[in-house]
């Protein structure tokens, strides 16, 4: 099944942008930047020029003799072999952090070419512009950013009439409740599915779990290979320390990272470039500690004391080896679990509208907030609970100490304003920016 990606709209966006640059979009592997670029540019211009600097190595040859974007073209069309025209034809440069030089010709194209459209992905395009050497032409670029399939995405895939149905969701006024018990099953069964495309779009077909869970195994498998491929030996067994300890972590009851539950005697300084990896290739998300909630976030926050996320739910519980049935048939996932599955999902809505500017908040051993974030300068709480039972202190204390002018609770509840204190349903999640913008009930 063929599917349609959100972010569409903003390549749309990009072709027509009179301040166009070449575009850049990152994103871990497999969540679909090769098959975005060249569907778009299949639909959205005359011809499509694809180079892959993987399967084409010879490439990089051409690249490192001129920097001239007349020269580069010319190699590329002879490669091709077919006439590159501006506008008219998008270039994409795939697996880009193979070729330093490609990287860096952005740069002239960007002053001296920019009429020429082209479009670079790269899966592990974050690894590569840290390494020493790497050459990255700053603000001559456009960035975005691929992540799995949002809930709303996944939802337009699975259930058309059911997505029209959630986007007429304005937040104004409680869901109607047979609308929002479909909404909270789907939303159960993506926690298990998960939004990597190959997964959604077998199961769209076939309605097969089994299959859908061999897919998230040779997604994990494939992560698994990359360690081998392309870190330093010395740092391979660290890596894969840190990766496979990551759901036992999360297992905790308050989920920070401790490198002395991947060996004893662990220290920091041993494994901060092993997380730093996985991070920069888009596979885990670092949420750092605030005990301070104050503007900028960033600027107080402990960098000491975090925890370490999937980029997917659906791997997640793939990694946790949990059935597809515990998901649907009822709340064992939620309870042996302690809400986790429920937390790293929300976590993937927030980085989709709010970007890394996401924290959690601790005060000393009396409270703990799943997330803090900003919106419109003002800081947001967000507590994260995967039932019905909302009680919970540390939001309260939070609320009293610091008297924010907005507070969300996500849980399995419809909606629900008390004062500054409003509860979206757990299925919303992906949508909180949007119905910000929509409606006066933040206000």
């Not at 592997?29 to 010879?58: H, I």
């Not at 490192?64 to 994409?92: C, F, H, N, Y």
């Amino acid at each position: 099944m063929e599917i349609t990606r959100d972010i569409f709209n903003n390549l749309k966006a990009w072709k027509e942008s009179k301040r166009r640059k070449p575009l850049v979009m990152q994103g871990a592997r497999q969540v679909g930047k090769s098959w975005v670029l060249r569907k778009f540019g299949e639909d959205c211009f005359e011809k499509l020029a694809y180079f892959n600097f993987d399967t084409m190595p010879e490439l990089k040859e051409d690249f490192k003799r001129s920097k001239r974007p007349a020269d580069i073209i010319k190699v590329l069309e002879m490669t091709s072999g077919m006439s590159i025209q501006p506008d008219t034809t998008l270039i994409v440069f795939d697996e880009v952090q193979e070729c330093n030089e490609a990287l860096n010709s952005l740069k002239y194209f960007c002053e001296d070419a920019r009429d020429y459209a082209i479009a670079c992905a790269g899966s592990l395009l974050g690894v590569a512009l840290n390494r020493q050497g790497a050459s990255f032409p700053v603000g001559k670029v456009d960035l975005m950013t691929l992540y799995p399939l949002s809930f709303s995405e996944y939802l337009r895939a699975i259930d058309s009439r059911l997505h029209s149905s959630y986007m007429m969701i304005d937040g104004s006024m409680p869901v109607p409740e047979v609308l929002h018990g479909r909404l909270i099953e789907a939303y159960k069964a993506y926690l298990a599915l998960g939004g990597m495309p190959e997964a959604v779009s077998d199961f769209a077909d076939n309605r097969e779990w089994q299959a859908v869970q061999t897919i998230q195994q040779n997604i994990l498998k494939s992560y698994s290979l990359d360690f081998s491929k392309h870190i330093n030996n010395k740092d391979i067994p660290r890596v894969f320390q840190v990766w496979n300890s990551l759901q036992d972590q999360l297992a905790k009851e308050d989920r920070k990272f401790r490198y002395a539950d991947i060996q004893k005697g662990a220290r920091a300084r041993e494994y901060e470039s092993a997380i730093e990896w996985l991070c920069l290739a888009g596979i885990v998300q670092r949420v750092n500690m605030i005990e301070t909630p104050r503007l900028p976030l960033s600027a107080y926050s402990k960098s000491n004391a975090f925890k370490l996320y999937l980029n997917d739910v659906g791997l997640l519980c793939s990694k946790f080896s949990l059935s597809a049935q515990s998901a649907i048939s009822g709340n064992r996932l939620f309870t042996e679990f302690k809400g986790i599955l429920s937390e790293n999902y929300v976590l993937q809505s927030l980085r989709r509208q709010f970007g890394d500017s996401i924290f959690y908040w601790t005060s000393g051993n009396t409270a703990e907030l799943e997330f803090v974030l900003q919106m419109n300068n003002e800081i947001v709480p967000v507590e994260v609970k995967s039932e019905n039972n909302v009680k919970a202190k540390s939001l309260s204390i939070y609320r009293k100490t610091y008297s924010p002018s907005l507070s969300l609770r996500i849980s399995t509840r419809n909606i629900r304003k008390n004062d500054d204190l409003l509860n979206l349903p757990l299925y919303l999640a992906d949508r909180i920016s949007e119905i910000y913008g929509m409606t006066s009930v933040f206000q």
